[in-house]
Structures are given as C-alpha cells and as structure tokens.
C-alpha cells in the first residue's frame, strides 16, 4: 500500500502538467510574436530611410534639369 495513488492527486498533477504545457505553448506564441513585430519594424525603418533618400535624389534631380534648361541652356544659345 506504500506505492498507492489516489486519483486525485494524479489528476492534480495532469492539471499541473496541462497547465504548464499550455502555459508553455502561450510563451512561445508570444516570442514568435515579438520577433516578427521587430522584424517588421526594421523594415519600416529601412523603408523610411530609402524614401529619404529616393525623395532627395527625385529633389536633386529635378533643381540641377531645371536649371540647366531655364538658366544654362538659354546662355549657350548663339545669338541671332
């Protein structure tokens, strides 16, 4: 009779058992979550950074044309 257990204490400890599984399974849930949110907001933050730098190139781009064709090109142009 030493080595009797009773049903409750071995639904006791299945409960525990269920507990810490799902408890378990809730934690990782909650890492891989976390992880994606980072990721997710290391490519915000790249994104901005590109749109930056494609907004200055557009910029850059657009003043040096503009005054090549309303400034420079009129000058070079041979007189009649």
Not at 3 to 20: D, H, I, M, P
Not at 35 to 48: K, P
Not at 59 to 77: D, E, F, R, Y
């Amino acid at each position: 009779m030493k080595y009797f257990v009773s049903l409750a204490a071995v639904a006791g400890l299945w409960r525990e058992q269920l507990t810490t599984q799902h408890l378990r399974c809730y934690l990782d849930r909650q890492r891989a979550d976390q992880e994606f949110e980072d990721i997710v907001r290391e490519w915000r933050l790249v994104a901005v950074v590109f749109d930056r730098l494609m907004f200055w190139t557009f910029l850059t781009g657009n003043v040096i044309s503009t005054i090549a064709i309303l400034l420079i090109q009129p000058l070079t142009k041979p007189a009649a």
